[in-house]
């Protein structure tokens, strides 16, 4: 039972630049939602996509845009990168109808903005 | 504003001993859900334990347990028999029920001595 995917594992850009970050959800699961970690810090959320629509949305810039595909997957794109966008970017899925309700986190993209 | 407050940001214990991290929250709601997540130096986020507010026994899974203190917003975790492979960031996180965000503490970072 494949986990949570994400590619790639570490990308370097230059400020001004487009960044996608790609993730397949775990097996079995609809929903997916995307936390950016600082170093040192907690996870922060910032979206969520279910049946391919933006369904909760955390503290963010519009330069943080997402989308769903029809098998789940999905992406994150951030546009105009800044530096203080350097960071590991987590995707978690979750089966958005099943008992448990938890989120499953894959082992993330380290993006770093020079 | 949800808070959640990890006030160590280091511990750590001797192998086979028993470890208690502390977690306090802020939250005016009442049906909501509480996490602990372990952060591995590989970066995956994984799901230690998880609480619901709504049930009054504490969760258990193998070697942790967590006391979760509904009144005094309080839900700390405790390592029995504690072993290497436990040696990582530990993340306090909350949800509320009906919302898709997780809201995680700054995290503490749990060292194991042989």
């Known amino acids: 039972d494949a986990g949570v995917t994400q590619s790639p594992t570490h990308l370097i850009k230059t400020r001004g630049q487009q960044v996608t970050l790609r993730c397949s959800p775990k097996?079995?699961?609809?929903?997916v939602s995307w936390y950016q970690q600082a170093l040192g810090q907690g996870p922060q959320f910032i979206f969520q996509?279910?049946?391919?629509?933006?369904?909760q949305r955390g503290n963010f810039p519009d330069r943080f845009s997402g989308h769903q595909f029809p098998n789940y997957s999905s992406e994150l794109n951030v546009n105009a990168l800044l530096l203080g966008d350097s960071a590991l970017y987590l995707c978690?899925?979750?089966?958005?109808?099943?008992?448990?309700?938890?989120?499953?986190f894959g082992p993330g993209t380290r993006l770093t903005v020079l | 504003a949800q808070t959640v407050t990890q006030s160590q940001p280091e511990m750590s214990v001797q192998e086979a001993e028993t470890v208690t991290l502390s977690c306090t929250y802020d939250?005016?709601?009442?049906?909501?859900?509480l996490f602990w997540y372990k952060q591995p130096p590989s970066r995956q986020m994984i799901l230690v334990i998880r609480?619901?507010?709504?049930?009054?026994q504490n969760a258990t899974e193998n070697r942790f347990s967590v006391n979760f203190q509904k009144a005094a917003k309080s839900f700390s975790l405790k390592i029995s028999d504690s072993q290497l492979g436990d040696a990582a960031m530990y993340f306090c996180?909350?949800?509320?029920?009906?919302?898709?965000?997780?809201?995680f503490g700054k995290g503490m970072k749990l060292t194991v001595n042989p």
């Open positions: 978690a899925s979750s089966p958005l109808a099943g008992v448990t309700d938890t989120q499953y």
């Open positions: 097996s079995g699961h609809d929903t």
């Open positions: 996509y279910y049946e391919e629509e933006e369904r």
């Open positions: 939250t005016s709601e009442s049906d909501y859900y």
């Open positions: 609480q619901e507010a709504y049930k009054q």
């Open positions: 996180a909350y949800r509320l029920s009906g919302s898709e965000k997780l809201v």
